[in-house]
């Protein structure tokens, strides 16, 4: 009885010791907090994009009188981009260092927003294709390299909490992306319609399209410019050598054993998934709240449903500190499980009690994914040392999750209806909850404790 005692005792004294160094552990080093929060505006740019970008489908059917499967070529434009990029960009990374791949990206992302301007004097959807092509590069280079970086920026025991910070900020450039949508390019869409179109004289239909060309254009003008300005601040802020290491000309790269130990590792290979099912979960709920509400909210209307899809990325942003802020008291990926399973249970509230409370529970859904991102990152990245450029870049590649999921969310909504079809959403954020479950009963689960390992080195070695 003694030595049970004893052994409880112990056990209580060492969870308070444990308690006690985690308060001790900072949230970023303080060598690394001006370039933390300059790194941190790179996520305002890219939610930014993202959310100024989903319009240009509508606008650009309108304008060149287009199907919706050509028009969709924006969003297959966008997310192949970063599909293709992620794991030069881990190479690229693994020589020369995170900076060096933020910096690329910028510099990218600033050429294809810039190159709108000729796309819109061309009147031609495939040069807006080739410019969105090069802006979601870049972006998708930015990204790859961002996320770990921020992860870096501090000791390993606090890198979830830290990367839940600077992307608490992304959320802050979506709205900005749908408000400037709303303001500056949907209401200079001319409303003609295909038929009035196809009978206007042609020095008519280019002019009204060269109007709606430029105001398509004049954002990411200004998106270009931003990005510039962000690229010279973090050109100029040195980056301690502790943190910013590149390889050295001896190194060389072992691919094939990167792969092999990536593939062996569970926490990793479920994590790409579970982001595969996560952005996915994200661009259903978020495209098709809209026509939701259209279609069986009583006197719902498009307009209305834009309404609610702005108050859901305000949830989604205020959230984001609100998650971080409970990430000190609860395990990460406990809070993860416990807004995956609430968020299962909205959206088949959503699918099977349509009407105003299911719109209102699709927006709440929204402060159930305003972690989710950020968590299966630095879970599935949590202590893979040398493998982790190559891993992050798998990481982003799931993005594709957010091409592929969507379409078979519309199928089903033409078979079933809308509000039935966001069963498919649901079985996406099942897919999240699995993985926090996994990661829970693992014997190498993520630990919310700081850990004796190395922090994750900036060339991996």
């Known amino acids: 009885m003694a030595g049970w005692l004893g052994g409880v005792s112990l056990a209580l004294h060492l969870k308070e010791m444990v308690r006690m160094t985690l308060k001790k552990q900072p949230l970023i080093d303080k060598d690394m907090i001006l370039p933390f929060w300059l790194l941190t505006s790179c996520f305002v740019v890219w939610g930014l994009a993202q959310d100024l970008t989903a319009p240009l489908v509508t606008a650009f059917k309108g304008i060149f009188t287009m199907s919706t499967f050509e028009a969709s070529l924006v969003q297959f434009a966008y997310f192949g981009a970063y599909f293709c990029l992620a794991l030069p960009t ?16 910028l510099g990218l992302a600033a050429i294809g927003a810039f190159g709108f301007y000729p796309a819109a004097k061309s009147l031609t959807f495939g040069f807006f294709l080739i410019a969105l092509f090069i802006l979601a590069a870049g972006l998708s280079v930015l990204e790859t390299s961002a996320n770990p970086f921020a992860i870096a920026m501090g000791p390993e025991g606090t890198a979830t909490r830290r990367l839940n910070l600077a992307q608490s900020f992304n959320p802050l450039g979506t709205n900005l992306g749908v408000l400037l949508a709303a303001v500056l390019v949907l209401p200079k869409m001319n409303p003609a319609t295909p038929e009035q179109r196809a009978t206007m004289p042609h020095d008519q239909l280019v ?15 200004g998106l270009a410019v931003a990005l510039v300005i962000i690229w010279v601040g973090i050109f100029i802020k040195k980056v301690p050598r502790t ?17 092999r130990r990536l593939h062996h590792n569970h926490h990793w290979r479920y994590g790409v998934l579970a982001q595969f099912f996560n952005v996915g979960a994200q661009v259903c709920t978020w495209t098709f709240i809209v026509l939701y509400v259209a279609d069986v909210v009583p006197g719902g209307t498009a307009v209305r449903g834009a309404y609610f899809l702005q108050v859901s990325l305000i949830v989604f942003f205020i959230s984001r500190f609100v998650m971080t802020w409970l990430m000190g008291y609860i395990r990460a990926t406990r809070l993860l499980a416990i807004m995956a399973s609430i968020a299962i249970v909205l959206c088949l509230y959503a699918a099977f009690f349509p009407g105003l409370s299911g719109a209102i529970a699709l927006v709440a859904v929204s402060a159930c994914l305003s972690l989710m991102f950020p968590t299966i990152y630095g879970v599935a990245l949590h202590g893979l040392g040398v493998d982790t450029k190559f891993a992050a870049a798998g990481l982003v590649m799931a993005i594709v999750g957010g091409a592929i999921m969507p379409p078979i969310q519309g199928l089903v909504s033409d078979w079933i209806g809308t509000a039935p079809a966001f069963v498919v959403a649901a079985v996406c954020y099942a897919g999240v909850l699995l993985y926090a479950i996994y990661d829970l009963r693992s ?3 993520f630990a919310d404790i700081p850990e004796e390992e190395p922090k994750i080195s900036m060339t991996g070695h």
Do not use: C, W
């Open 243 to 259: 943190h910013e290491e590149v390889a050295s000309d001896s190194h060389h790269m072992h691919f094939g054993d990167t792969v």
């Open 443 to 445: 014997h190498d689960r």
């Open 207 to 221: 002019t009204i399209q060269t109007g709606e060309l430029n105001a398509i254009m004049n954002p990411y003008l």
């Open 90 to 105: 881990a190479f690229l990374n693994e020589r020369f260092g995170y900076k060096v791949g933020v910096l690329t990206g």
